[in-house]
């Protein structure tokens, strides 16, 4: 609001609270970083009953999208078939000044391509395993009797939320 003596960014709500939700909002490439380097997302999917269904998950990001994978028989596999909407969620910190999150809304698609799938679990396990990328190759091959079995899941993001409280610290 011009003239108002309101900082840029700077939300009053009903009550007089002042948020300061502009100060800690990751920017784009904050986000890509933050996710790029994350290790577990909590992913909650719609249950049978409509009660959120949420499941610890790791995945990686491939050309800027979120890609997992999971059994096709698993309950949230199932979820998402009957319902694809999901929120997700990747967060840190051991103190305030500390934490960090991303929560991403929007829904997943599903994939059975086994090359996707193979392509998917060798990221996954360079990512957390520590794969060398000279063997990716190896590794696709190796696991397609299991990929048989199994999806991948993309996020297709319709919203993100993010925050970073560090950049509360005022450095004088």
């Known amino acids: 609001m011009r003239g108002s003596g309101v900082a840029a960014g700077t939300d009053h709500g009903h009550d007089g609270y002042v948020s300061r ?33 949420p499941v610890g998950m790791w995945f990686v990001l491939v050309e800027g999208e979120i ?3 999971t059994y096709a028989r ?24 500390e934490l960090r999150g991303v929560q991403l809304t929007g829904h997943l698609e599903i994939s059975e391509d086994v090359d ?21 190759p190896a590794v696709r091959e190796a696991y397609r009797p299991t990929a048989v079995k199994q999806v991948a899941m993309r996020l297709v993001t319709e919203r993100t939320v993010s925050w970073d409280h560090s950049k509360l610290i005022q450095v004088g």
């Open 116 to 136: 996707r799938i193979c392509d998917i679990a060798a990221a996954l396990l360079v990512k957390y395993e520590g794969l060398n990328a000279a063997d990716v």
């Open 74 to 97: 698993s309950q949230k596999v199932t979820n998402i078939r009957r319902d694809p909407r999901v929120s997700a969620l990747v967060e840190d910190g051991e103190h305030y000044a």
């Open 21 to 53: 939700r502009a100060e800690i909002t990751m920017t784009d490439d904050e986000v890509g970083e933050y996710l790029a380097a994350a290790k577990t997302m909590i992913l909650a999917t719609i249950g049978p009953d409509g009660v959120p269904d």
């Open 67 to 69: 890609w997992m994978r």
